[in-house]
């Protein structure tokens, strides 16, 4: 099984998630990536030189390129649209669409010195019109596949595995059941370095790996380092380096391939013995789900008033059991 490692290159709020200017979070990737002998492909957002300067994304291509990385093409709409109502491509017109992805590759094509390759939408949004379009401007592959995500509205045949659709090569995200089951998903989410939990994440390479698999996308973004505080701020966490160093020791020492995406599409780098089935991860046990949802809770207190309250329903629930024990010895 190859391990795919990408990375979204993106700012949306505040500058620090794509280029860095207090913590470089983009900068530690790209040196623990290096430190492990591994390589990645990272999905720049050209639309958002339209909010932040195009040095700002050119100078992150230059990075990334500099360190022998595979750049591709990302699109967060709203960037040039000035509509944050709509922050997906599918909820743009077709005619909208094509002068979004127009402006985009010629973007990609003077930041970068050749033409996209593959593609992935942001936040998912994605439909046929999109991939009919990226299909004419000559892009090979789509990643942008998401199970039951809103706003992702294309159907292939396989959720997590590589298929043809509309005469291109999609390439899922990997999805994680992280509430339910794969016939009756509750909350379903990408094999996600901030929103899974390391344990979940190894479970989860190594159980695909198992049923024959012939690949796991791993999602980073460039803010990966941070956790987000409310909507314009953000805190850096070396807890997260911690976590970033040990999963790529995890796939060192358990011989766990990478390879970027136009490797594994160029060579034939996906192909494998049929799985066993679709290539999606469910993790056992509803106390295994429960930590799930409780960490990712943990992660969301500053930007989801639902998690914030899943969370205090928690420390409640907790504080009533100490006073009842409590109440209960003294008697």
Known sequence: MRVLLTVDVEAHRVLDEIS???HDSLGFILSAFDAHGVKGTFFVDVCGSETWGEEVVRRSCERILHRGHDVQLHVHPHHSTKDQARWHLSQYTPEEQASILGKAVDRYRAYVGTAPYAFRAGGFGIDDS???LLRAAGLQVDCSYMWGWRGCNIAPSARGLPS?????LELPMTPIVGLGTERWPIRIGPLDFNWQPLFVLKDALRTLRASGAPVAV???HSSSMYVRIGRRRLLY????ERKLRNLLEFLRSHDFRTATVTEATHDGLLAASPPLQDAVYVPRGLATQYRILLFQSLVGFGISAKFRAFVLAQVAGVALLVGLVLWAVRR
């Open 218 to 220: 791993l999602l980073l």
């Open 164 to 168: 043809r659709y509309r005469d291109i």
């Open 130 to 132: 999109s991939i009919d």
């Open 237 to 240: 966490r070396r807890a997260h």
């Open 20 to 22: 860095g200017v207090d």
